[in-house]
């Protein structure tokens, strides 16, 4: 399943030696099911959280009334505050059992919590259980999701050739973006079908039930896989070392990779959430969109991205992650202001706004399941990726739709959102610069991808 690199690395914190040479040889037909597979996990994954937070105003009603949308984006904060509880416990789990079955339970968890959710009675019928059954679900997607993401972007990196990692993994993130969509699409055909009252009386409910066949389909596409080559090969050559002791080599060793991680996360996320969770909320309360309008405004925008994310994850191979990266973070900082200004006009200029943002944001999310778990070696990867994601996460992703909704009620000013994705921009920026560059690098062995292993020639290779 492996090539065995001829070169010898040098010695880094962890032990060992890394190899230089392709990271993986697999059938491309195993290839095509390994990128399937973790695609559609992380489709289910974002379809979770995209359906949440398209019919924030109707679990509003049903579970807060009277407290406001405030209540609700907080409940869709508390599910960010456990996934970094979820990286801590699966994250090691991962590196010590494999990738594939921990992204079983994962997608299971997930899955099965927002089906439930489709399932509560509102506060109406069971009182104070209603909204206290709600939060406990997002835990569990909370605990889940600390897992899922980092574990399906390493098993998809694994798998693919080291020439083309950008570009197969930019296929996850295709997914993060098709969950999204099917969210908004989902909600959006619902409310035409039932109509806006049996949408707030009942039919919100049905988006919510849709995510366990989703999820069923998800888990049968990874059961059918085997671990990754890269998990197998370090698997057979694995010190015995404890959960603990794993966590603490982790910490100990590879401290610069987890804060350059961290920093590369907030601007990630404050821009995921602010442009693709937080708009329709922004549009309608802020700019006074119908609902529908801005569904279809976000469906259209996100479409759009999903066609161009293979295309920017190809380009990454060649050119590199750091410059579409730098690209993306300057573009977004110089150009978030004028995009929000047109935003607050009409649903063309909304539109042409929120595309020249989700453009420049492709840079960085095509990118990210190739770059991140490039960061840390085999041994640590699934961890490092999980714990300093998820953690960055926690603090401001899940927090960025309630934080731009009270910021703008305390100042008055449309441009928050703006103005909030220009700070992240710049401690992204600072986390940037601390990171080496991996396009073409092995991530093999148990040496630092761009540090002890070095880039591969351009030339292409066969998948």
Known sequence: MTDQAAASPPAHPGGGS??????????????RRAISASAMGNMTEW?????????????????????????????????????????????????KLGRKAILATTILLMATATFVIGLLPGKDSIGLWAPALLVILRVIQGFSAGGEYGGAATFMAEYSPDRRRGFFGSFLEFGTLAGFTLGALVALGTELVVGSDNMAAWGWRIP?????????????????????????????????????????????????????????????????????????????????????????????????????????????????????WWVSLVGLFVLATPAYMLMGQNFSLALIGFAILGLLYVLQLSTISATFP????????????????????????????????????????????????????????????????????????????????KCQPLEPSPT
């Open 18 to 31: 890394a190899s230089s040479g392709d990271t993986t040889t697999v059938e491309p037909g195993v290839l």
């Open 374 to 453: 490039a960061m840390f070696p085999t041994q640590v990867r699934f961890a490092g990726f999980a714990i300093a994601y998820n953690v960055s996460t926690a603090i401001f992703g899940g927090t960025a739709l309630y934080a731009n909704e009270a910021l703008i009620e305390a100042t008055g000013s449309n441009l928050v959102p703006a103005f909030y994705m220009m700070g992240s921009c710049v401690i992204g920026a600072i986390g940037l610069a601390f990171i080496p560059e991996t396009a073409r690098a092995s991530i093999r062995g148990t040496g630092i991808p761009g540090v002890d292993t």
């Open 47 to 95: 379809y979770d959280y995209g359906v949440y937070s398209y019919t924030t105003g109707y679990i509003t009603e049903q579970f807060f009334p009277g407290a406001g949308l405030a209540a609700t984006l907080l409940v869709f904060a508390v599910s960010f505050v456990f996934r970094p509880l979820g990286g801590l416990v699966l994250g090691p789990l991962g590196d």
């Open 208 to 324: 919510f039930l849709l995510a366990l066949p989703l999820g069923a389909i998800g888990l049968y596409l990874r059961s059918k896989l085997e671990d990754t080559p890269v998990f197998q090969e370090l698997e057979t050559e694995a010190e015995d070392r404890s959960l603990r002791e794993e966590f603490k080599a982790l910490v100990r060793d590879y401290k610069r990779p987890l804060f350059a991680l961290f920093a590369l996360v907030v601007a990630l996320n404050v821009c995921n959430y602010t442009l693709l969770a937080y708009t329709p909320t922004y549009l309608e309360d802020t700019v006074g969109m119908s609902s529908q309008a801005s569904l279809t405004l976000i469906i259209i925008g996100q479409v759009a991205m999903m066609v161009v994310i293979p295309f920017s994850g190809r380009i990454s191979d060649r050119i590199g992650r750091k410059p579409m």
